[in-house]
């Protein structure tokens, strides 16, 4: 048996470990990571790094190491290659499962601003704050670039790339992160905006909780669709589950 991860996500790593450990003698998980993180954490099993080529690419890499399964385990809005992987998985005739952690939910007290893209996100800001926490990552910074009214303290694991806003401070840390931090992180640098992407997860959730604390506004970019038909799965040990013919993913409709 031949399970290829489609990973870099920390249920990704989660996955491989399961998948290592419960599969019989002789089976083999291969682990593929985009590259674009300088100094991934690497999953047990084979691992590749670099893309496929698109869909095609992705199918001919399936039939050509005799792949028996494909779990789609990217970042939730990783959304070219879920849906490259949904095209490849039909081409080849291989079962596909999607894994993607629950997306986080507003509490009482959360000042929310749900948004449909960083370009929304870009233009919602100017109404909330002037000194904003982006936490979407070092990818698409260039929708913020034009906001020059405004300063940003930008959070990512690798240093961006430009375009990017000229008012810029850069932190360059890996999460999970305190409540504790990041409490201090939004006295320290006087916040009164926090943008994210809706990621799910508990590794990066404290911001919330301090930015509700704070009384600051949350911009929230909503997760891009599964694949219509993919089946999907809320946790790695769902995933194991499915790959066993189990009832632990249901269709994502």
Excluded: C
Excluded at 57 to 70: F, K
Excluded at 100 to 128: F, I, K, M, N, Q
Excluded at 230 to 242: M, N, Y
């Amino acid at each position: 048996m031949h399970v290829l991860v489609l990973g870099g996500t920390t249920e990704a790593r989660r996955l491989a470990e399961l998948l290592v450990a419960a599969l019989p003698e002789g089976a083999r998980v291969t682990s593929s990571l985009a590259g674009r993180v300088a100094s991934p954490r690497l999953p047990p099993g084979e691992v590749r790094v670099g893309g496929f080529g698109g869909a095609d690419g992705l199918a001919a890499w399936l039939r050509t190491h005799q792949v028996d399964a494909l779990i789609d385990a990217t970042h939730p809005f990783a959304g070219t290659i879920s849906f490259n992987a949904a095209t490849a998985a039909s081409a080849a005739h291989v079962p596909l499962l999607a894994l993607r952690r629950p997306g986080w939910v507003p509490g009482r007290g959360d000042d929310w601003h749900p948004v449909g893209s960083l370009e929304e996100a870009a233009r919602t800001l100017p109404a909330l704050g002037r000194r904003v926490f982006l936490t979407t990552g070092r990818m698409g910074l260039a929708a913020f670039a034009g906001l020059d009214g405004l300063w940003f303290l930008m959070r990512s694991v690798d240093a961006p790339e430009p375009p990017y806003p000229a008012r810029m401070e850069v932190l360059l840390e890996r999460g999970p992160f305190s409540l504790d931090g990041e409490r201090e992180l939004i006295r320290r640098h006087r916040i009164d905006v926090l943008v994210t992407k809706d990621s799910g997860g508990a590794a990066t959730a404290p911001k919330l909780a301090a930015a509700r604390e704070a009384g600051i506004p949350v911009v929230v970019v909503r997760r891009p669709p599964v694949p219509e038909g993919v089946a999907v799965a809320g946790t790695p040990e769902r995933a194991l589950d499915w790959l066993r013919g189990g009832p632990g993913a249901q269709p994502s409709g």
